[in-house]
Nanobody, 121 residues
Framework: QVQLVESGGGLVQAGGSLRLSCAAS????????MGWYRQAPGNQRELVAV???????TYADSVKGRFTISRDNGKNTVYLQMNSLKAEDTAVYYC???????????????WGQGTQVTVSS
């Protein structure tokens, strides 16, 4: 079993910063792409940023220049540094990871439980 646990969400004023963390634990042979997604009320879940195992990154246009994704492979953890936050960044943020639990198994995608980010204007 693999678990992803997010932390770091909360309430912040517009223009402020937050740093989200997501730690993977359990039976893990390797982790490929890790990412952050978000879902605001009434909206579909959308990609925020992803980072591959060789640390290539992709960002949604709406967060480019403000958010930075990074990972610590030794800790099986992905981070999302969010700066210059806007009210429209308010959402539940979810992390995911493509994990090969053991060398003989296929890669599967796992999701965290989500963490609320609220930006007051």
């Amino acid at each position: 079993q693999v678990q992803l646990v997010e932390s770091g969400g909360g309430l912040v004023q517009a223009g402020g910063s937050l740093r989200l963390s997501c730690a993977a634990s359990g039976t893990i042979f390797s982790i490929r792409t890790m990412g952050w997604y978000r879902q605001a009320p009434g909206n579909q879940r959308e990609l925020v940023a992803v980072i591959t195992s060789d640390e290539s990154t992709t960002y949604a246009d709406s967060v480019k220049g403000r958010f930075t994704i990074s990972r610590d492979n030794g800790k099986n953890t992905v981070y999302l540094q969010m700066n210059s936050l806007k009210a429209e960044d308010t959402a539940v943020y979810y992390c995911n990871a493509y994990v090969r639990p053991v060398v003989t198994q296929l890669v599967r995608v796992y999701w965290g439980q989500g963490t609320q980010v609220t930006v007051s204007s």
